[in-house]
């Protein structure tokens, strides 16, 4: 089997890895934001155009790791610059986005408010906070032992 980086380091083209399924949950305490941003004309990015609702919740279904730096770049930069203050469960609502983000690619925080996907994970991280709440992101293998340190 050929990972995303063997793929890239070899020149083999992405097209021929089977890139994964990935659903990014936004919580209902981020509707509005989503939705203005997902209304917007022209398009700010088409991840927004894969906003579906799915109950409470906004689901983007996507393939593309450029869609996955669009969703935490957005939630990053929510959390280092607000535009408004944000509340309690706005806060914890974009650091959810984070993590989720950061179980599927490893994201790279650029400058002090932007991140970047660099590659897909091999496997999707088990459930755990990788971002604190002021938008910082922790140390991913640090975090793994303590999270996965427990016995099954």
């Known amino acids: 089997m050929i990972f995303i980086q063997e793929a890239f380091n070899y020149g083999i ?3 021929a890895k089977v890139r994964p399924l990935v659903n ?8 509005e934001d989503a939705e203005a ?9 088409p991840a927004w155009a894969k906003l579906e609702q799915r109950g409470k919740h906004f689901v983007i279904r996507t393939r593309d790791l450029e869609d996955i730096t669009e ?5 990053r930069a929510a959390l280092v610059e607000p535009i408004a203050p944000l509340s309690k469960r706005q806060r914890q609502a974009y650091q959810s986005i984070l993590d989720r983000t950061i179980r599927y690619a490893d994201i790279v925080p650029i400058g002090s408010c932007h991140c970047l996907a660099m ?7 088990r459930r755990g906070t990788f971002a604190r709440g002021d938008g910082s992101i922790k140390d991913i293998p640090k975090a793994i032992r303590k999270s ?3 016995p099954h």
């Open 24 to 31: 990014i949950c936004i919580p209902p305490a981020l509707r």
């Open 119 to 125: 590659a897909w994970r091999e496997r999707p991280l």
């Open 71 to 75: 969703v935490s770049d957005w939630a």
């Open 37 to 45: 941003i997902a209304s917007q004309e022209p398009l700010v990015h």
């Open 148 to 150: 996965y340190s427990v």
């Open 13 to 15: 083209p992405m097209a």
